[in-house]
């Protein structure tokens, strides 16, 4: 089987045999998502003998129907499954092979460039009417109304990469002092989020504030999830797995401060095991006729 993730202007595609095992993997960048994820394919070198499944982060996002229909007609004479989300798909994986096998009601949080969620109820996998399934970036969190808001969604303008710099950025501009402005040379464009991790773990004040604010967002995200779908297991990838020394006890805190107590008792919180992949296993694996499809 393959799987294959479209990011912003990034495709990543993985070979998957019938365990979860990762035969190959490979990564390619095009502005054509298309080519991106065709030039990703290539460099697997080997062939679909099973399905071919298609993630996508933003599956509304532009240039995603075109880069499917591509990868459709390269495959033709395969089962190429309809587009999945990145989130769905990597509950999907995680539930398969990850942190979370063997459970059959799994919810998926991550946050990277983008805040994704996925569920899988009784081992199968919600997509939701129209594939929009736990869109998580789009949580209201914040009455507050922004422009950045209407964009991306109030969860993934808050605790996304981008935001998570921003919040910083605009402590330093109001005269906050952190040695992230002194690591960039006083360039506030060229920092990332890693600068604020690394700081934050260096014991700077206002990074550590920014990430305190940041697991808050997390933790409330989580329990919503958590509150609706009622999950065994709550898997949260992306940053909160990367960096699990600053993010995982303050958001397993802030999930079980804002549920009530036979809700938290019942439910582990693990961070996820795929890394970078697991968007890619689920893809293949939500094409496998084998995985039950989407509810």
Known sequence: MIGVELLDGRAVAVSVDAAGRVIARAAAEHSDLG??????????????????????ATPDA??????????????????????????????LAEA??????????????GVGD??????????????????RAASVGWLALNPVEREDYRRAGCLEAEVGAVGIVRRLVWRIKA????????????DLTAITLE????????????????MRDTAKYLGMAGANLVAVFDPEVLVLGGVMATA??????PVRSEVARRLPKAMNDSLTIVPALLGDDAAAIGAARFASPTAGGGA
């Open 195 to 210: 600068h604020v991790l690394t700081a934050a773990r260096d014991g700077d004040g206002v990074s550590i504030s920014v």
């Open 114 to 131: 983008h805040a994704i969620g996925g569920i899988v109820r009784d081992g199968v996998p919600v997509t939701g009417s129209r594939g």
């Open 35 to 56: 080519v991106a994820a065709n030039h990703a394919i290539d460099q697997l070198a080997t062939t679909a003998d099973g399905a071919v499944g298609v993630a996508a």
């Open 244 to 249: 699990a020394d600053l993010l995982l006890d």
């Open 62 to 91: 532009a240039g995603v129907a075109d880069a499917v229909n591509a990868i459709g007609r390269r495959f033709a004479g395969v089962t190429t499954h309809r587009l999945v989300s990145s989130g769905t798909a990597a509950a």
């Open 96 to 109: 398969w092979v990850g942190a979370a096998r063997g459970a059959r009601d799994v919810a998926f949080f």
């Open 175 to 186: 005269g906050d002092r952190s040695r992230v402005h002194d690591r960039v040379g006083g």
